[in-house]
Structures are given as C-alpha cells and as structure tokens.
C-alpha cells in the first residue's frame, strides 16, 4: 500500500507563493496518478489539480488555472503543488491522493475524489488578505 504525506502549508498573506510537497513511499510512484484537492471548513472535499502517471497529462481545476502548478518527480517518489497568486478563497486543507492507474492509460488524468485511494493527512493553508 502507498503511503503519503504531505508538507509545505502555512500562513501567507494574498498574492504570496507557496510549494506544497507530497512524499510518497510504499510502492512505485510512476504506477500512480496523483492528485490535490482542498477542503475548507464546512464545504465538501474539491479537485484542484491532477496529474497523469507519466507526467504529459494535467488537468486544473478553473479557480487555480494559470496560478497553481502541479508537478511530480517519479526518481524523488514525490509529487508537489506549486501556488502563486494565492487569494484568501484558497486557504483550506489540502490534500494529496494517489490513484493507481497502472491498467489505465499512461496519460490518465482522474480528477473525481472518489477515484482516488488512498489519501494523505493533510497540510493546512492559510491566505490572510
């Protein structure tokens, strides 16, 4: 089973940047698509960004298009999730996911949370405005 964590949250003011960072050991990271998703405090658990397996693939959800950056390195076994332009809409938990796409095509992008198993614990994010 892979295991995931996360790291990189903290307090930032609006328009800061921040790297999110997954690590990922257990299994081999380049049989995994990799997710992000946030969750803020009383709303449902949200797609941010995704990437497919061999890394060509990413999909980002419409409210971080153009300001985050989903990138991973397979030889590090990590995953990362870079934020520019953050807005105080942005702060939440976020999470990072692992969905094993080894009989789904290399370029595979799942971006449902349902998809995705299993999960990290979390990193808090903060944007104060």
């Known amino acids: 089973q892979v295991q995931l964590v996360e790291s990189g949250g903290g307090f930032v003011q609006a328009g800061d940047s921040l790297r999110l960072s997954c690590a990922v050991s257990?299994?081999?990271?380049?049989?995994?698509?990799m997710g992000w998703f946030r969750q803020a405090p009383g709303k449902a658990r949200d797609f941010v960004a995704a990437?497919?397996?061999?890394?060509?693939?990413?999909s980002y959800a419409n409210s971080v298009k153009g300001r985050f950056t989903i990138l991973r390195d397979n030889a590090k076994n990590m995953v990362y999730l870079d934020m520019d332009s953050l807005r105080p809409e942005d702060a939440a938990v976020y999470y990072c996911?692992?969905?094993?796409?080894?009989?789904?095509?290399?370029?595979?992008?799942?971006?449902?949370?349902?998809?995705?198993?299993?999960w990290g614990q979390g990193t808090q994010v903060t944007v104060s405005s």
């Open positions: 996911a692992a969905k094993d796409t080894t009989y789904n095509s290399a370029t595979y992008v799942p971006t449902r949370p349902d998809d995705y198993r299993p």
């Open positions: 257990g299994r081999t990271l380049s049989n995994y698509a």
């Open positions: 990437i497919s397996r061999n890394g060509r693939n990413k």
